[in-house]
């Protein structure tokens, strides 16, 4: 007499977008044969880069597959330090903008004032910036003051509030 369990269902999501540095990803199939997209068979496989994972599961009697994205976001527990001090926007691409400097989408709202507290600057979307340009011509070199909202779009880090001053030199 032989009796077959029937196989644990995979439970996958299609994607994952995470402001963790790494996942670990874990098939949960104990005494079954796996194959991960680069060909390593552990049960568990960290990720330490966002992309496309997948794995294989043989049991001897059947098999299946899945896959997930994931958009690892690293870096975001700490906002503050992902904000410069200091931006030179004289077009050498180096320091031209002040931004966060996240090279995740970070959805937020950018406002900058001059030292009398009048609006020079308002952004808002992914990758909010300025340019060191009020109405088109070039700023003072100088202090300005910043209000920064940031949505990281992701439940570990909640909606965010920064403020403070950054120099601008021409």
Known sequence: HL????QRQMCIRDSLRTCQDFVLLDAMNLGNEFTWQDGSSSQTYLVTESGTYSVGIDNGFCSTSGSIDIELIAGLSNLESLVPNVFTPNSDNM???FRINSNSAVQGSMQVYNRWGTLVHEDSGSFT???GKINGKDAGAGVYFYIIQVNPGCSEVPDTELDGTVTLFR
């Open 129 to 131: 910036s300025w340019d």
């Open 3 to 6: 009796s077959i369990r029937r």
């Open 95 to 97: 320091n031209d903008l």
